[in-house]
């Protein structure tokens, strides 16, 4: 399983983009990028995904350089309520499982 | 969107007695789910692989007598923490995937049960 590696922390204020690297430097042909959000005493929600280059959607984009072993995920205009632990997840289709690292907690400042 | 629901949210128990969780998926059917566990101010980890119709895969480490996993039906699977300590209190979440999705790509999670055992 591809192991991913983020910052543990990162700190922000209002009205900023934040970008969050994330390392993933064995991952397989088949894999998939995925990004999920989680707030305290809730389930991880899916953010986006992506396989190579740029993806973006209403909240986020992810970019992929072409040889994959990394992945930034970029909020544009972040607010408090962006708050959370943000997770950069390798999806393995061998095994079908995701496989969560550490995680990266976002503090957003006023 | 494909929704997953966790019964109950909290459970407060006394130790040696057993919880029952249930997971389901609301809107869509999951030949597999997965259960994960997650203590305060850490990732979480993926505890099991639930298969409709056949046993559970546990992951190294995980006592398989101890959380017991059924899934009996396409819509719901249920972990039941056997024999609870202390030591178990802790967050358990589940996953699934619509059968068009598969599982390493994206997957739905629960809200969550936090268990507490006294």
């Known amino acids: 399983l591809a192991k991913t590696t983020q910052p543990i922390s990162m700190d922000s204020y209002e009205g900023q983009e934040v970008n969050i690297t994330c390392s993933h430097n064995n991952i397989a042909t088949n894999d998939y990028i995925t990004w999920y959000q989680q707030f305290p005493s809730q389930g991880p929600r899916f953010i986006i995904q992506g396989y190579k280059t740029k993806v973006t959607n209403e909240v986020a984009s992810l970019f992929i350089p072409a040889d994959r072993k990394s992945s930034t995920l970029s909020l544009p205009r972040v607010s408090l309520s962006d708050t959370a632990v943000y997770y950069c997840l390798v999806g393995s289709s061998n095994t079908g499982k995701l496989i969560f690292g550490q995680g990266t907690t976002l503090q957003v400042k006023p | 969107g494909a929704v997953v629901s966790q019964h109950p949210s909290r459970v407060i128990c006394k130790s040696g007695t057993s919880v029952k969780i249930e997971c389901r998926s609301l809107?869509?059917?999951?030949?597999?789910m997965f259960w994960y566990r997650q203590f305060p101010k850490q990732s979480l980890m993926l505890m099991a692989t639930?298969?409709?119709?056949?046993?559970?895969?546990?992951e190294q480490g995980v006592e398989k007598d101890k959380f017991l996993i059924n899934h009996a039906s396409l819509t719901l699977s249920t972990l039941t923490v056997t024999s609870a300590h202390p030591e178990d209190s802790s967050f358990y979440i589940c996953s699934a995937s619509p059968p068009e999705r598969p599982s390493y790509n994206e997957q739905f999670f629960g809200p969550g049960t936090r268990l507490t055992v006294l």
């Open positions: 639930s298969n409709e119709g056949s046993k559970a895969t546990y």
């Open positions: 809107d869509f059917q999951a030949t597999t």
